[in-house]
């Protein structure tokens, strides 16, 4: 994003969300961050100082189809959701935006793209995972993970008693028939 203000209260936003930022006013800013390391997802402003954003968006998409790319956009801007789509944005966030809508297409982007467990900020929530299924508990604990929380599992009533009495739980998901309880 071009505008610092508006680049400034967004990476502070995401921060405070718990995503790890780095911060480029141009493009020719952003391709030396690009170079020198790994990204997960870019955001690029449609209006940028020194060139195109949805040009610069589609060299990118062409170069590295495996990052997300969110375009952010204003109300005036004359480039309508759709041709944004069409051009390789995976998402679109026209201005003014709810943080809650920002966040949700980020982690929707990162899930669809594989990098959830890489970038998901933690929510500093912890949940215990109770199923005597060690396949399905497998697939509860990874799934529960990649949305940014903290996981404790247990297969038997009894385990998840001596977990609970343990510790505190935002939330606990178990099986509603183990075989150890009545």
């Given amino acids: 994003d071009s505008d610092e203000t508006s680049r400034r209260l967004l990476c502070e936003t995401l921060k405070a969300l718990g995503f790890k930022i780095l911060e480029a006013g141009?493009?020719?800013?952003?391709?030396?961050?690009?170079?020198?390391?790994?990204?997960?997802?870019?955001?690029i402003d449609v209006i940028l100082p020194e060139g195109n954003g949805v040009e610069f968006m589609m060299r990118?998409?062409?170069?590295?189809?495996?990052?997300?790319?969110?375009?952010?956009?204003?109300?005036?801007d004359s480039v309508s959701q759709d041709e944004l789509l069409k051009a390789g944005a995976d998402g679109v966030l026209t201005r003014p935006f709810r943080i809650n809508r920002v966040e949700?297409?980020?982690?929707?982007?990162?899930?669809?793209?594989?990098?959830?467990?890489?970038?998901?900020?933690?929510?500093?929530?912890?949940?215990?995972v109770v199923d005597d299924d060690d396949a399905l508990l497998s697939f509860l604990v990874e799934a529960?993970?990649?949305?940014?929380?903290?996981?404790?599992?247990?297969?038997?009533?009894?385990?998840?008693?001596?977990?609970?009495?343990?510790?505190k739980y935002d939330l606990v998901i178990s099986d509603f028939m183990l075989p150890d309880t009545s």
């Fill in 26 to 43: 141009s493009i020719d800013d952003a391709r030396k961050m690009l170079d020198a390391q790994k990204v997960d997802l870019i955001m």
């Fill in 60 to 76: 990118l998409k062409a170069e590295r189809p495996e990052i997300p790319i969110i375009i952010l956009t204003s109300v005036i």
């Fill in 104 to 128: 949700e297409l980020i982690t929707t982007l990162l899930m669809k793209y594989d990098r959830a467990g890489r970038s998901v900020p933690a929510s500093g929530r912890k949940i215990l």
């Fill in 144 to 167: 529960v993970k990649a949305l940014g929380f903290e996981v404790v599992a247990c297969r038997s009533g009894a385990g998840a008693r001596e977990a609970f009495a343990g510790d």
